[in-house]
């Protein structure tokens, strides 16, 4: 990292564009060619649910009116994994919805389609790699 604040990592920029939905002009330079390789996104989100339990965020967001809009990952014991969608049924009104997964890497490649559906700060994903 430098003294502004440009991060080079292509794993940490992954992470923080999971978690900030953001990426300034140049670590955007830093992604090769310019998009986000699935195959890192899928090892970042496997390690954030390992390490956490959830992703992003080492918790959960809030839900309902709380929480705001949100697609967010749960892992629990057993390995079930679960998709957490928080969305708006009016405005500033929000209702909670899960998705249960049997396997970690079907939820993860849902997460990462309904992210890539909302937009990821211009960026796009490169599935091929």
Do not use: C
Not at 5 to 30: A, M, Q, W, Y
Not at 60 to 75: A, C, K, T
Not at 99 to 113: Q, R, T, V, W
């Amino acid at each position: 990292m430098n003294g502004w604040n440009e991060i080079s990592d292509e794993k940490e920029l992954i992470l923080k564009l999971f978690n900030t939905g953001h990426l300034n002009v140049p670590e955007r330079g830093n992604l090769p060619e310019g998009k986000v390789r699935v195959s890192i996104a899928q090892k970042v989100i496997k390690e954030g649910l390992q390490l956490f339990g959830w992703f992003p965020g080492p918790q959960q967001f809030p839900v309902g009116d709380e929480g705001g809009s949100y697609i967010q990952l749960e892992i629990r014991q057993g390995g079930k994994v679960f998709l957490h969608h928080n969305f708006e049924i009016s405005f500033l009104k929000y209702d909670h919805q899960t998705i249960e997964f049997g396997n970690m890497d079907i939820a993860i490649k849902e997460y990462l389609k309904e992210r890539e559906d909302e937009g990821l700060d211009g960026l796009n994903l490169d599935w091929k790699s």
